[in-house]
């Protein structure tokens, strides 16, 4: 194996003046630079997979709401979640190993992790459209034969389908079964719980959902085939921005990260006043919601509206399910989240409300402390996760009433059509049509349930990120000295005030959020505040 290794990692040699981190996302970059790292990973999805004894890892190729010429590459672990932090700094010190070096690296941690090579090797992988796909593909692969790794290749997915299959494929024959082990076992699935989450309600009118030129597009397509139509229980979709072919369109002027940043509906959308409408990213991984409103203009309905929507949808049914005092629920957030969306959380739905550093593995992490733990970044990725607990009290509570019986029904059908694996754009949109209809909301009713505090997020360039260090969920700066104490200062001056600086994960700037009783004063609050971390910033 290890003359395998050595010859295939010929093909893959690393650029000399590059260095690589996986961080969240795991390695994301121009697909031109990442050639030897896809075949890195390649390899430590052997060793881990050895390592779990056998498990079958998941390797997704995708850049999500990049650009078209970017690409990049990242680890699923057995039951679909992120991979597991200590290995993100071995999937580093591999992506970095000098190509003389990498087969000492690699017997390193294969000897330091005590991992048994003989041990037989599983590997699942799929891809998005990009143009680069298919020849990052082929580096995997190498690596893959290179460990004598066995692997299935699942071709074009969404990366939630290749999460959702990874737990099924782990799970498969076990009372935990996720189901069946295919793409149409994943359609089967959604469409079928689909039906049981609706019983008796109604959608009106159609949802118009804009694919990001992504591979949502044909998967959204192929979903629909499976879906009743509005009249018969289902949900009508118009489904825009679904060309695949052209690899420029991927993300142009369209995308939950282009409304969401542009605040405004993608050109192409020729959706009505008060017409439902929802954007995926690039991986459809991402979903947010919008409307035109005839008085306001462009609304949007971003991630923590979707958390507020479905915690509130789930605390209702627990109590009509009489489950609501032995199951725990809770919201997970990021520091991001708008002030107003905690407050009613908090004080509405009375429910805690957590705070996490930015991240989808802190938030599903945080999330799996509750019985039912709801998790949205505002960038609209996001989940509910049930614990063993809650699914089996659905099960085997025995219903007093009609309405006692139909809420254990729903909160079923809800456990099987929400991907608890990770944040899917595909499952979170059947989830929020089935709250719409059961509430009987237009997308005006859901938008007034709390009206959002005006905030600014600005970017501020400076020499070394690394000088800003936060505590308290990314809250709180205790580095450079004194700053903090500098922001309080302008916050205690405004109504409604907060404000909070992070360096950023990617690149030399630091991210500075403000918040206000008005739209001036959070202007203004985010200015001042990034003036002063531009001071600091500049002389580091």
């Given at each position: 194996m290890d003359g395998k290794i050595l010859a295939?990692?010929?093909?893959?040699?690393?650029?000399?003046?590059?260095?690589?981190?996986?961080?969240?996302?795991?390695?994301?970059?121009?697909?031109?630079?990442?050639?030897?790292?896809?075949?890195?990973?390649?390899?430590?999805?052997?060793?881990?997979?050895?390592?779990?004894g056998g498990q079958t890892i998941g390797v997704m190729i995708t850049a999500s709401h990049n650009p078209p010429e970017d690409n990049g590459v990242k680890l699923v672990d057995p039951m679909g979640e992120m991979l597991e932090n200590s290995w993100e700094a071995y999937s580093t010190e591999l992506a970095n190993a000098r190509d003389e070096e990498l087969l000492k690296v690699y017997k390193g941690l294969e000897e330091k992790l005590k991992i048994?090579?003989?041990?037989?090797?599983?590997?699942?992988?799929?891809?998005?459209?990009?143009?680069?796909?298919?020849?990052?593909?082929r580096a995997l692969v190498d690596a893959l034969d290179a460990t004598e790794t066995e692997y299935t290749d699942y071709k074009l997915l969404t990366t939630p389908q290749l999460h959702y299959l990874t737990r099924c494929t782990n799970t498969e024959g076990t009372p935990q079964s996720y189901g069946d082990v295919s793409e149409k076992g994943y359609y089967?699935?959604?469409?079928?719980?689909?039906?049981?989450?609706?019983?008796?309600?109604?959608?009106?009118?159609?949802?118009?959902?804009?694919?990001?030129?992504?591979?949502?597009?044909?998967?959204?397509?192929?979903?629909?085939?499976?879906?009743?139509?509005?009249?018969?229980?289902?949900?009508?979709?118009?489904?825009?921005?679904?060309?695949?072919?052209?690899?420029?369109?991927?993300?142009?002027?369209?995308?939950?990260?282009?409304?969401?940043?542009?605040?405004?509906?993608?050109?192409?959308?020729?959706?009505?006043?008060?017409?439902?409408?929802?954007?995926?990213d690039g991986d459809a991984d991402r979903i947010i919601y919008y409307f035109s409103d005839p008085e306001h203009g462009f609304r949007l309905l971003d991630g923590d509206k979707i958390a507020t929507l479905a915690a509130s949808f789930i605390g209702d049914l627990a109590r009509e399910a009489r489950l609501a005092e032995e199951l725990k629920i809770g919201v997970v957030q990021t520091a991001y989240a708008n002030g107003a969306s905690t407050k009613y959380i908090e004080k509405s739905l009375g429910l805690p409300a957590v705070c996490t550093?930015?991240?989808?593995?802190?938030?599903?992490h945080a999330a799996t402390k509750f019985d039912v733990g709801v998790y949205f970044e505002a960038n609209g990725h996001g989940t509910v996760v049930f614990s063993p607990q809650a699914l089996k009290a659905f099960h085997t509570k025995e219903p007093e009433s009609p309405a006692q019986a139909a809420a254990l029904d729903t909160l079923r059908a809800l456990a099987d059509l929400i991907n608890q694996t990770v944040g899917d754009a595909l499952s979170d949109m059947l989830l929020v049509e089935t709250i719409l209809a059961h509430k009987a909301w237009t997308p005006r009713e859901w938008d007034l349930t709390y009206v959002d505090l005006p905030n600014r997020l600005v970017r501020v360039e400076v020499k070394n990120r690394n000088l800003f260090k936060t505590t308290d969920a990314e809250r709180k700066l205790v580095e450079p000295q004194g700053l903090q104490e500098q922001i309080d200062a302008l916050v205690s001056k405004v109504r409604d005030g907060r404000s909070f600086a992070r360096a950023s994960g990617t690149e030399d700037a630091v991210r500075v959020y403000a918040e206000a009783a008005t739209r001036g004063e959070a202007d203004d609050l985010a200015s001042k505040v990034a003036g002063l971390c531009r001071q600091e910033g500049v002389g580091s």
């Amino acid at each position: 194996m290890d003359g395998k290794i050595l010859a295939a990692s010929s093909k893959h040699p690393k650029p000399v003046d590059r260095v690589f981190q996986y961080g969240t996302a795991g390695f994301r970059m121009k697909a031109n630079l990442l050639d030897s790292v896809v075949f890195r990973v390649g390899l430590i999805a052997a060793l881990r997979s050895r390592k779990l004894g056998g498990q079958t890892i998941g390797v997704m190729i995708t850049a999500s709401h990049n650009p078209p010429e970017d690409n990049g590459v990242k680890l699923v672990d057995p039951m679909g979640e992120m991979l597991e932090n200590s290995w993100e700094a071995y999937s580093t010190e591999l992506a970095n190993a000098r190509d003389e070096e990498l087969l000492k690296v690699y017997k390193g941690l294969e000897e330091k992790l005590k991992i048994n090579g003989e041990t037989t090797a599983r590997v699942i992988y799929a891809r998005d459209t990009r143009a680069s796909g298919p020849a990052l593909v082929r580096a995997l692969v190498d690596a893959l034969d290179a460990t004598e790794t066995e692997y299935t290749d699942y071709k074009l997915l969404t990366t939630p389908q290749l999460h959702y299959l990874t737990r099924c494929t782990n799970t498969e024959g076990t009372p935990q079964s996720y189901g069946d082990v295919s793409e149409k076992g994943y359609y089967e699935k959604l469409s079928e719980a689909f039906v049981r989450a609706m019983k008796g309600k109604k959608t009106v009118g159609a949802v118009t959902v804009d694919c990001a030129n992504g591979v949502g597009g044909p998967k959204l397509h192929e979903l629909v085939k499976y879906l009743k139509k509005g009249s018969e229980g289902g949900v009508d979709i118009k489904i825009i921005n679904d060309d695949v072919l052209k690899a420029e369109s991927l993300n142009h002027e369209c995308g939950a990260d282009f409304v969401k940043t542009k605040q405004r509906a993608p050109p192409t959308s020729k959706a009505g006043n008060n017409e439902r409408c929802c954007s995926l990213d690039g991986d459809a991984d991402r979903i947010i919601y919008y409307f035109s409103d005839p008085e306001h203009g462009f609304r949007l309905l971003d991630g923590d509206k979707i958390a507020t929507l479905a915690a509130s949808f789930i605390g209702d049914l627990a109590r009509e399910a009489r489950l609501a005092e032995e199951l725990k629920i809770g919201v997970v957030q990021t520091a991001y989240a708008n002030g107003a969306s905690t407050k009613y959380i908090e004080k509405s739905l009375g429910l805690p409300a957590v705070c996490t550093p930015t991240g989808v593995k802190w938030l599903h992490h945080a999330a799996t402390k509750f019985d039912v733990g709801v998790y949205f970044e505002a960038n609209g990725h996001g989940t509910v996760v049930f614990s063993p607990q809650a699914l089996k009290a659905f099960h085997t509570k025995e219903p007093e009433s009609p309405a006692q019986a139909a809420a254990l029904d729903t909160l079923r059908a809800l456990a099987d059509l929400i991907n608890q694996t990770v944040g899917d754009a595909l499952s979170d949109m059947l989830l929020v049509e089935t709250i719409l209809a059961h509430k009987a909301w237009t997308p005006r009713e859901w938008d007034l349930t709390y009206v959002d505090l005006p905030n600014r997020l600005v970017r501020v360039e400076v020499k070394n990120r690394n000088l800003f260090k936060t505590t308290d969920a990314e809250r709180k700066l205790v580095e450079p000295q004194g700053l903090q104490e500098q922001i309080d200062a302008l916050v205690s001056k405004v109504r409604d005030g907060r404000s909070f600086a992070r360096a950023s994960g990617t690149e030399d700037a630091v991210r500075v959020y403000a918040e206000a009783a008005t739209r001036g004063e959070a202007d203004d609050l985010a200015s001042k505040v990034a003036g002063l971390c531009r001071q600091e910033g500049v002389g580091s």
